[in-house]
T-cell receptor, first 115, second 109 residues
């Protein structure tokens, strides 16, 4: 089945220790997104790639970086995690923007704990 | 600030009843509208999308859109305990997707 996969599902890191979360997709979608979601809050968009074009949200901290080496994979790097970065990180994909074509499909998420 | 507002709930309905979930949005340029279901500790799952004014039905789910009033709703008929989850409203304008914080629905047996 076509799907969005995230690894690991649970990640524990220490304060200030860099961490990388990964996302892969078999949907062949052009757009990949990274969201941060804290308890009882809306998912917050960090950035997205439209093919190789990177689009950063204005309020995304510099501590968060992303890489998309090919269509299938996208990575979220947190350079120096703080306690406030503990959250669920969601990867989503969609086809190219356009009416009826921008439904987003989510992976299972990575729960990040910062000690 | 582009906002999507939902009543956080919890909304509690008895099994078999109709659950009605509401959402308002501020961006008049929004073009597409979605409802996601999110179980506790899980990721959002797309259950409905709607693009034009009126009603769209899919099984027990009906989405309603009124662009003039900037209002989207989701009706769940014959609610089941398995429908207990948080329902996120999402609004998209040219690939800028904004989510509401969700309404928590509890269906009591």
């Amino acid at each position: 089945d076509a799907m969005v996969i995230q690894n690991p599902r649970y990640q524990v890191t220490q304060f200030g220790k860099p961490v990388t979360l990964s996302c892969s997709q078999t949907l062949n979608h052009n757009v990949m997104y990274w969201y941060q979601q804290k308890s009882s809050q809306a998912p917050k968009l960090l950035f997205h790639y439209y093919d190789k074009d990177f689009n950063n949200e204005a309020d995304t901290p510099d501590n968060f970086q992303s890489r998309r080496p090919n269509t299938s994979f996208c990575f979220l790097d947190i350079r120096s995690p703080g306690l406030g970065d503990a959250a669920m990180y969601l990867c989503a994909t969609s086809r190219s923007p356009g009416m009826g074509a921008n439904e987003q499909f989510f992976g299972p998420g990575t729960r990040l704990t910062v000690l | 600030q582009k906002e999507v507002e939902q009543n956080s709930g919890p909304l509690s309905v008895p099994e078999g009843a109709i659950a009605s979930l509401n959402c308002t949005y501020s961006d008049r340029g929004s073009q597409s509208f979605f409802w996601y279901r999110q179980y506790s500790g899980k990721s959002p799952e797309l259950i409905m999308s709607i693009y034009s004014n009126g009603d769209k039905e899919d099984g027990r789910f009906t989405a309603q859109l009124n662009k003039a009033s900037q209002y989207v709703s989701l009706l769940i008929r014959d609610s089941q305990p398995s429908d207990s989850a948080t329902y996120l409203c999402a609004v998209n304008n040219n690939n800028d997707m904004r989510f509401g914080a969700g309404t928590r629905l509890t269906v009591k047996p």
